[in-house]
């Protein structure tokens, strides 16, 4: 009878593991929406450009508001860590960032935030940084929070409705991806004001807390709940795992299609649209959304390809496996058979290379680039020829992306070492080089004279599209 029981629970631990169930809190926190609108008004990466737009008309002049942005982009929030047991194609590296932003979402006051991030931030800029918010605060009451704070109130009543099936959602999407989730921990998601009816809304996930902006006055609350489910598809993805991260990985190396590696790199976004802003939208709606799921042609278009093959694998209760793998390579190859030479997906998974002496510069630098492509997994390193940058240029499988805008002679002379493929160029500065490397690396170059002339040349990248094989200097 004792052994019965024993073989009885097993098989309600097994049942209970495959029928996890996770709560859903929606919340509003006010130290995280003024934290936002900081980070919109410097246009930071992955920050609204309807909010940016907004906030630039009505501080237009605003001395004092200009003094507290720059501020606040002289202070480091992003010391890196890195986990050496997942894959280097997945996101080994996290960062402080990610603390600040889940202390924020669970914080009801900026004193709040401070105490729970003590210890993250060196004092003296913990101390400059709540300074800024508590300043700022005062700046969004006035310009957003008097007008929106009310709507968005209303669009939480709206959104949070739908938690019982984030929560039916979650058990089949976790099941697909193969992932671990401690069931104990909810997924919270913070909402932040955009004010209007229409425009470009932002969303990042943090472990467990989904900051995902909301238009006041937007009336389609399945297409936000299909934004928040996207972006828990981002977290499950990280949280796989690390045995079955590198399965995975390895069923890409042993692909030998030449589309293999970018199928890799927009996986995650590929799979997190077809559930999230697909699957999930027609089970919460009943039909699939007939507008574009991403505001982005590749994930967008990847997303689309892969949504039939992720419909059948949740339907029939499967996970990803070798199979999916390589079908989802051959979608992708199909869908975009051009893409070993696009910049735009060359440049979705890069290490970027500069000489940036400040954080303020390097948020430029990352800014500057984000303003023309989407970069969903990116490292960045300065000085371009510091032994640790170098290292990275010569082994790293990324797409290796080089801005010479400073020391340019020196710099190039370099990187003809690293990169024999430079030795007959001729490089001279406002140039493009692409090519790929003795590692088939993509390697992309640019010598630039100025910031002007580096804009020039990313927007040039952006309008041509396609680099041309048969040259360097393009």
């Not at 099941?175 to 955009?194: D, G, K, Q, T």
């Not at 995902?212 to 996207?230: A, M």
């Not at 997190?272 to 967008?300: C, F, M, V």
């Not at 500069?354 to 948020?363: K, N, P, R, V, Y």
């Amino acid at each position: 009878m004792k052994k019965l029981l024993i073989l009885a629970s097993l098989c309600l631990f097994f049942q209970t593991s495959f029928t996890q169930t996770i709560g859903f809190q929606f919340k509003i926190s006010k130290p995280y929406c003024v934290f936002n609108f900081l980070e919109a008004a410097m246009y930071k990466h992955n920050t609204s450009s309807t909010l940016q737009q907004f906030i630039d008309e009505k501080t237009k002049g605003d001395k004092d508001f200009s003094k507290l942005i720059n501020d606040f982009a002289t202070i480091r929030l992003d010391y890196q860590f890195k986990r050496d047991q997942i894959p280097a194609n997945r996101r080994h590296t996290r960062t402080t960032y990610d603390l600040i932003d889940i202390a924020l979402v669970n914080s009801a006051t900026i004193p709040e935030f401070r105490d729970r991030i003590i210890g993250i931030l060196p004092n003296s800029d913990l101390q400059k940084l709540i300074a800024i918010m508590q300043a700022a605060e005062v700046h969004y009451d006035r310009i957003i929070w008097k007008d929106s704070e009310a709507k968005l109130k209303e669009q939480l009543a709206a959104l949070e409705k739908y938690a019982p099936q984030c929560s039916e959602s979650f058990t089949k999407i976790n099941r697909f991806y193969n992932s671990f989730w401690l069931p104990e921990v909810p997924f919270v998601v913070a909402l932040y004001p955009i004010p209007g009816k229409s425009g470009n809304s932002t969303a990042t996930p943090h472990a467990n807390s989904l900051c995902v902006g909301v238009l006041t006055d937007e009336t389609d609350h399945v297409g936000r709940i299909g934004v928040v489910l996207h972006e828990m598809c981002h977290v499950l993805y990280d949280e796989q795992p690390a045995d079955f991260e590198h399965t995975l990985e390895s069923y890409f190396a042993e692909n030998k299609s030449p589309y293999s590696q970018f199928a890799s790199n927009f996986f995650d976004e590929g799979l997190a649209t077809a559930l999230g802003n697909g699957w999930a939208y027609k089970y919460l709606s009943g039909e699939l959304d007939p507008s574009p799921w991403y505001d982005n042609e590749y994930i967008n278009g990847f997303g689309k390809a892969l949504y039939p093959m992720v419909e059948e694998y949740i339907s029939s209760n499967k996970q990803i496996d070798q199979e999916f793998v390589n079908k989802a390579i051959d979608l992708f190859g199909k869908t975009f058979p051009n893409s070993i030479t696009n910049y735009g997906i060359l440049l979705n998974r890069l290490a970027i290379y500069c000489d940036a002496e400040t954080s303020a510069e390097l948020d430029e630098a990352m800014n500057g680039v984000g303003k023309y492509f989407q970069m969903t997994n990116r490292n960045l390193s300065s000085p371009i020829l510091d032994p640790i940058s170098v290292d990275y240029l010569k082994n790293d499988d990324k797409t290796q992306f080089v801005i010479v805008d400073r020391d340019q002679a020196a710099t190039c002379k370099e990187l003809k070492k690293i990169f024999p493929e430079l030795s007959k160029v001729k490089m001279v500065p406002n140039k493009i080089y692409c090519f790929f490397d003795s590692k088939k690396r993509p390697v992309i170059i640019l010598v630039a004279t100025d910031k002007a002339n580096l804009e020039i040349l990313l927007k040039e990248m952006s309008t041509k599209k396609y680099f041309d094989q048969t040259k360097i200097m393009q």
